[in-house]
T-cell receptor
């Protein structure tokens, strides 16, 4: 059933490393989103895109960056990981005007 | 005031009980409404969209009250497997942004 894929599922990395979290979808959806969620806490929108070459920052300030060169891919990059970046990162897509979000299964990031 | 508000719970109910959650939203021009279910450490999954006339899917019934700006979710005959966090999601009138409530935690006990 999964049409949206996130890799890696789990990542443990040292402080200062550069990392890219991958998100791919096969549904042809224009709208894509990145959310950050700590355990037991609310989802926070950190980036979104309405199509190729369109990227915007979300409600929560984030040191990450995103790109949207192709419809299918919406990678998120942290240039220099810090322990405060430890969290779960969820990618989602959305089709039509009033359609629901479809989530990937997330990347759980731990920065030591 | 938050744009989308939910009682965080937890709601502790016995198996077989009926339980209802409400979710209020502040933007009267909101156009789309959804309930998601999220299990611990997993991604949110769509439970059901909420339509103006109300809709039912098995043991789950969703209602929209535009006048009072809230949506509700009713779960009948609760199962242990219904234990999860239920997220209310509201879409704006431009159709491009969705706002999540903080979630309501449900614990169904044997």
């Amino acid at each position: 059933e999964a049409d949206i894929y996130q890799t890696p599922r789990y990542l443990v990395i040292g402080t200062g490393k550069k990392i890219t979290l991958e998100c791919s979808q096969t549904m042809g959806h224009d709208k894509m989103y990145w959310y950050q969620q700590d355990p037991g806490m609310e989802l926070h929108l950190i980036h979104y895109s309405y199509g190729v070459n369109s990227t915007e920052k979300g409600d929560l300030s984030s040191e990450s960056t995103v790109s949207r060169i192709r419809t299918e891919h919406f990678p998120l990059t942290l240039e220099s990981a810090r322990p405060s970046h430890t969290s779960q990162y969820l990618c989602a897509t959305r089709g039509g005007h009033n359609s629901p979000l479809h989530f990937g299964n997330g990347t759980r990031l731990t920065v030591t | 005031r938050k744009e989308v508000e939910q009682d965080p719970g937890p709601f502790n109910v016995p198996e077989g009980a009926t339980v209802a959650f409400n979710c209020t939203y502040s933007n009267s021009a909101s156009q789309s409404f959804f309930w998601y279910r999220q299990d611990c450490r997993k991604e949110p999954k769509l439970l059901m969209s909420v339509y103006s006339s109300g809709n039912e899917d098995g043991r789950f019934t969703a209602q929209l009250n535009r006048a009072s700006q809230y949506i509700s979710l009713l779960i009948r005959d609760s199962k242990l497997s219904d234990s999860a966090t239920y997220l209310c999601v509201v879409g704006n009138n431009a159709g491009n942004m969705l706002t999540f409530g903080g979630g309501t935690r449900l614990m169904v006990k044997p």
